[in-house]
């Protein structure tokens, strides 16, 4: 049988013997990107549940704490009126944050002494943390210039010259390509990919193993046209969910697309294709249709978070960084994230040459073993028969 | 034969005949902490390359350059002589962020002009751009109060009184059990408890698919004995297996682990059984071993994504907070951790409790559908 013939025959085991594996193959990289979407559609943490300890009881302490009411981060959920009632609070999880202003707190302000307002935040969970860090500065801030401003008037400076006495640097800031700090932008192009590779692992992994108690059916054909008959159906329907899935997150959940699709569709055909050899790979090694299915396990669960895709690789030490460089999603992930929210990705070139290797490397392995086991198999029946 | 007589069948062939049941009950939570330790093990960002383009060239200007420098957090790898090659070298990502500081800019702080320091950062990686930003708030501010006291001090205040004056509100911070903000100890636990759900289905998943292919070898022990003796030992390892993973991360990594250990091993045991009557349930419905890991491999994911043990329960919509409570990880994640680096977990009781019930009835129809299913091919033989 030729080409033509396997790459029939396999669509129709796809879509007709067994469905459910296409299903795998175009549902569920669609059913990820829509759940992941959901889960992040807050976008940002805001909403804080916020403790207020106010100590002063001042017009001044009530003004801080309007600025902590007015930002969106923070939600003031209960006054305390002591230490205890407020450690109990923060422990019980009735908020993650506490603000607690001294006594005398404005008094000291007018006399010209520093006051201190203190924080105590709940941080098991770093994502609160990362917010109240990235937003109190800011606004204790801006109240002690307001308040440093006042006090420098009373020295007879004029308001604007008090201004650029008490603050005399400020920092600006521009954040590039993600500006809202938007979780969806940071996380659904990365998932989306991952969902991808899983959803191809887990319905092409089986697709030699099985093929070794039929082999009668395949004997004048070539192992190479098998294998290339076989990837042909995978690669476009694997192509299809790369589409569909960035269009979900691009389209409802509305993470920016600013790269050219050229760029982004090269990158997904060949992506799509790498995992596609890594999984003939496994399935060609696999004893049976059930290793063959379980053994790439050890690629696809670490393989996300090895990526450089959330820790970046700048933060890894040696043995991470190597063992992140034989991923293949490592060279997908972040770049596509970067042709989405930037526009472009400096690596895409030399990121298409490495996953083109890695393709090469693992189709010509899935080759040969599959030969291998294909002639052995073969020469077992033959043996049977002449008996 | 009775369930004692299942239960001894079943440990053998969870360590003998199909040790790789074993493999995946104490493998695969082992591993997760072994390699996640080992890409966590910085604990936080640090030497974040950055690009310096200094326009004034003054002392005071290489002071705010000394201040990035010093601070660990930044790496600075390259001085650029002009905004192009600044920018060149930002959007080549060879540095993460870059630091300008305008000309004039020691001359505009005397004349009373306040000038910005300006930081670009990258920010299509959240956790660099989120910690660069909170970083250079702290550096500046500390650079504009030490001005401000300076300035003050030179119209004839006394330093002290000057600082007072410039810096009337100061903000301390007290950041309680994960006082570092180590990554490490807010990811790893969480991951391996993903890995320990992942472990228990698939030793539950080989183990009940095998029953189903061979309906005929239990037929005269009744329903439940078989359910309670195949389940009893997963039960058990799984628990066990919850155990030596909190040992290891602790031992090896450091992970802290304040809680008592009463309370960790009434949730570690109540997962531990939920997880094993889910897997029960979820291989009845399943053809082959071969469906069931597909299916138990597109779960881990999502399980772990809506537990609400990252992206927090609080900031997810009603849609998405509906889903995460069909999770039963959802209960026990982000409790453990409570448990292990604050000692104490609010929701304990109640997440142990909706634990048992999800359980329960769990148990219950997988005891249903193996009995259904013995039955119907006793009838059609």
């Known amino acids: 049988m030729g080409l033509k013939d396997v790459i029939k025959y396999e669509f129709s085991y796809l879509f007709h013997h067994n469905w459910k594996l296409a299903l795998i193959l175009l549902g569920l990289p669609i059913l990820y990107s829509l759940l992941f979407g959901f889960a992040y559609n807050g976008n940002i943490v805001k909403n804080i549940p ?36 407020m450690e109990e609070k923060l422990q019980d999880g009735e908020a993650i944050v506490a603000i607690i202003i001294p006594p005398s707190f404005a008094h000291d302000i007018k006399l010209g002494k520093s006051s201190q307002v203190l924080l105590t935040i709940n941080s098991a969970n770093i994502m609160f943390s990362n917010a109240i860090l990235g937003s109190v500065q800011e606004i204790v801030q801006s109240f002690s210039v307001g308040a440093g401003q006042k006090s420098v008037e009373g020295l007879s400076q004029l308001p604007s010259q008090a201004l650029s006495t008490v603050a005399p640097i400020r920092l600006g800031v521009r954040v590039l390509h993600n500006p809202t700090f938007s979780y969806s932008n940071f996380m659904l192009a990365g998932l989306a990919t991952n969902g ?33 008959g076989k990837i042909v159906p995978y690669w476009l329907c694997s192509i299809f969910s790369f589409i569909t899935s960035l269009s979900i997150t691009i389209i409802f959940f509305e993470v920016p697309f600013r790269g050219d699709i050229a760029s982004l569709l090269l990158l997904g055909c060949i992506f799509t294709f790498t995992i596609i050899t890594v999984g003939l790979f496994f399935s060609a090694i696999a004893p049976n249709t059930i290793s ?16 450089g895709y959330s820790w970046p690789t700048l933060a890894m030490n040696d043995f991470s960084r190597g063992f992140s460089a034989i991923l293949p999603i490592t060279y997908a992930a972040d770049c596509i994230r970067d042709i989405l929210l930037a526009g472009y990705s400096p690596v895409l070139l030399t990121n298409l040459a490495t996953l083109l ?9 899935a080759l040969v073993i599959f030969s291998l086991r294909r002639k052995k198999t073969l020469q077992a029946l033959d043996g049977e028969v002449s008996l | 034969m009775n369930w004692r007589y299942v239960l001894t069948r079943e440990i053998k062939q969870l360590f003998l005949q199909d040790p790789k049941r074993a493999m995946y009950l104490f493998g695969a939570c082992a591993l997760y902490i072994l390699l996640f330790g080992l890409l966590y093990g910085p604990h936080v960002i640090s030497a974040v390359p950055i690009a310096i383009y200094d326009e004034d060239q003054t002392s005071v200007s290489r002071s705010v350059i000394q201040a990035f420098d010093d601070s660990e957090r930044y790496q600075i790898i390259a001085y650029a002589a002009s905004r192009e090659e600044l920018e060149g070298l930002l959007h080549e990502k060879q540095v993460q962020a870059t630091i300008t500081i305008p000309i004039d800019f020691s001359r505009n702080i005397k004349t009373g002009h306040s000038p910005s320091v300006l930081v670009d950062v990258n920010g299509t990686n959240l956790i660099i751009s989120n910690s660069v930003l909170s970083s250079a708030q702290e550096i500046i501010q500390v650079l504009s109060s030490k001005a401000a006291t300076m300035k003050l001090a030179s119209t004839g205040q006394l330093p002290e009184q000057a600082f007072h004056k410039a810096i009337p509100v100061t903000l301390g911070m007290r950041i309680l059990s994960n006082s570092t903000l180590s990554y490490l100890d807010f990811f790893v636990l969480g991951l391996a408890m993903a890995a320990l759900q992942q472990g228990i289905f698939l030793a539950v998943g080989a183990s009940m698919i095998y029953e189903y292919q061979n309906l005929h070898e239990l037929q005269e022990v009744p329903t439940f004995q078989v359910i309670a003796g195949k389940l009893l030992p997963y039960w058990f390892f799984g628990t066990l297996s919850f155990i030596m993973a909190l040992a290891l991360s602790s031992l090896a990594f450091h992970v802290p682990l304040k809680g008592d250990y009463t309370s960790l091993l009434a949730l570690g045991t109540v997962f531990s059984f939920t997880a094993t009557a889910l897997a029960s349930v979820i291989a009845a419905t399943c053809q082959d071993e071969v469906s069931f890991t597909q299916f138990s491999l597109a779960y881990t994911v999502p399980a772990f994504i809506f537990s609400g043990y990252t992206w927090p329960q609080h900031a997810m919509d009603t849609l998405s907070m509906i889903i995460s409570s069909t999770f039963p990880l959802t209960y026990f994640a982000d409790t453990v951790r409570s448990l292990m680096i604050t000692g104490h977990a609010p929701a304990l009781q109640n997440n142990i409790l909706i634990l048992l019930l999800i359980g329960s009835t769990l148990l219950i129809i997988s005891t249903l559908l193996y009995s259904n299913k013995r039955n119907s091919l006793l009838l059609s033989k």
């Open chain 1, 50 to 85: 916020t403790l207020i300890y106010d100590q002063d009881q001042s017009a001044t302490s009530s003004a801080l704490i309007r600025s902590f009411a007015d930002s969106e981060r923070y939600t003031i959920v209960a006054q305390v009126l002591s230490q205890e009632a």
């Open chain 1, 196 to 228: 991808l590779q899983i959803a191809i692992m887990i319905s092409i992994c089986g697709i030699l193993a099985r093929e070794f108690a039929n082999f009668a059916l395949w004997r004048n054909t070539s192992s190479l046209t098998l294998i290339a």
């Open chain 1, 292 to 307: 063959a299915v379980q053994l790439p396990m050890l690629y696809i669960m670490p393989s996300y978070l090895f990526s």
């Open chain 1, 357 to 365: 290797a890695f393709a090469a490397v693992f189709l010509v392995l």
